[in-house]
């Protein structure tokens, strides 16, 4: 006689979850502000102005800018995928930086109840010898996955618990077809 699986012994198909900063756009807002005082300034120059003074001035609000918002507009969200081959971590609206993580590499998963950038030195891709890496996007709860040997990769994310569950159910039924 065969029984069928019960239901909380399977493994989901694909488990994602997502977490957002809405500050990051407050910063990116900053730095759009920073490129346009570098055009107004390489637009709109007074005949009596120097040129090297007026080209640093120019230069370094079109790069401040361009690195704020590309620095800011990476890590307004980010998206966790957990299936049956790997844990994707996705940044941005682009999904850049990205982080993949075959699930053989993956010794575990446990919950952390609340992560925080200052623990970590900010938002953003962190690494810390005493802790791993992170992808930190808000101050909250999260996930930290095991790697072995010590290694840990840590990601704030929406329903943290789901993801553990996921990925711990993947790892007692690592092969299963869909």
């Avoid at 910063?27 to 300034?41: D, H, I, K, Q, T």
């Avoid at 980010?78 to 844990?87: A, P, T, Y």
Wanted: aromatic share 6%; proline share 8%; charged share 15%.
């Amino acid at each position: 006689m065969t029984h069928a699986p019960r239901p909380e012994s399977v493994a989901p198909q694909v488990w994602t979850g997502r977490a957002s900063n809405r500050m990051q756009w407050v910063l990116a807002a900053a730095g759009a502000a920073c490129l346009a005082l570098g055009v107004e300034l390489a637009v709109d120059q007074p005949a009596t102005t120097a040129l090297a003074p007026l080209v640093m001035s120019i230069v370094g609000c079109l790069a401040v800018g361009l690195l704020i918002i590309f620095g800011t507009l990476a890590f307004t969200h980010v998206k966790v995928q957990v299936d049956r081959e790997c844990v994707e971590v996705r940044c941005g609206h682009i999904g850049v930086p990205r982080r993949r993580i075959p699930l053989a590499d993956v010794s575990g998963a446990a919950l952390a109840p609340l992560i925080s950038p200052r623990s970590w030195g900010g938002w953003g891709y962190r690494w810390r010898p005493e802790k791993g890496t992170a992808v930190v996007v808000r101050r909250g709860p999260g996930i930290v996955i095991d790697l072995g040997g010590g290694h840990r990769f840590t990601v704030t994310v929406d329903d943290p618990e789901g993801a553990v569950q996921a990925i711990a159910a993947w790892l007692r039924h690592p092969l299963t077809s869909p």
